[in-house]
């Protein structure tokens, strides 16, 4: 089916180390870009990318990194595990601002 | 103050009830989307608006340009129309795409 795919769904991880969140769209959107949801506070926007080859940061980039090799693939990268990261991000994609957006179903960090 | 702000934060109805959430927002946008999250976590895009009112079912999104402001209605509600909704701005001149979320509305309809 076609859609926004994340990976994983829920992970643990120990302040410190590093992880991947996976994120794969296959509708050939341009724009791709990473939120995170925090309790009381709307999403926040982390990195975005408008194209392959082409990314940018958002409000609450620290401690995050992102690439975009392929335009179906944009992964978010947890450098050193901070409890602070502790949240639900969210993946999500769209041809362009004037279109809908489509979300991933999410991930659930949890950092001890 | 927030760039979008959202009411109520917390709605309860009974079933049948027609539902208006509010969103103002205070920055010029090039088009602004209704989201629907459940729980359980997913977002789903219900609309996308620029001008004017657009309608699907039973929801009904309405926005004014000039007041700055949208509404979502929607008619003869049900407890599957249980769940947060999301109103966001795409603010006109900023990075592409980017997005600005209100906090959201926790509709709950009993039956």
């Known amino acids: 089916n076609a859609g926004v795919t994340q990976t994983p769904k829920f992970q643990v991880l120990k302040t410190g180390q590093s992880m991947t969140l996976q994120c794969a769209q296959d509708?050939?959107?341009?724009?791709m870009s990473w939120y995170r949801q925090d309790p009381g506070m709307g999403l926040r926007l982390i990195h975005y990318s408008v194209g392959a080859g082409i990314t940018d940061q958002g409000e609450v980039p620290n401690g995050y990194n992102v690439s975009r090799s392929t335009t179906e693939d944009f992964p978010l990268r947890l450098l050193s595990a901070a409890p602070s990261q502790t949240s639900v991000y969210f993946c999500a994609s769209s041809y362009g601002t004037g279109n809908g957006y489509t979300f991933g179903s999410g991930t659930r960090l949890t950092v001890v | 103050k927030n760039e979008v702000e959202q009411s109520p934060q917390n709605l309860t109805a009974q079933e049948g009830e027609f539902i208006t959430i509010n969103c103002s927002y205070s920055?010029?946008?090039?088009?602004l989307h209704w989201l629907q999250q459940h729980p359980g976590g997913g977002i789903v895009s219900l609309f996308m608006l620029s001008s004017g009112k657009k309608k699907h079912g039973r929801l009904i999104a309405t926005i004014n340009i000039q007041e700055k402001h949208s509404s979502l209605h929607i008619t003869a509600s049900h407890p599957r129309d249980s769940a947060v909704y999301i109103c966001a701005v795409v603010n006109h001149g900023g990075s592409q795409g980017n997005l600005i979320f209100g906090k959201g509305t926790k509709l709950s309809v009993k039956p």
């Open positions: 509708m050939n959107h341009e724009y």
């Open positions: 920055v010029g946008i090039s088009a």
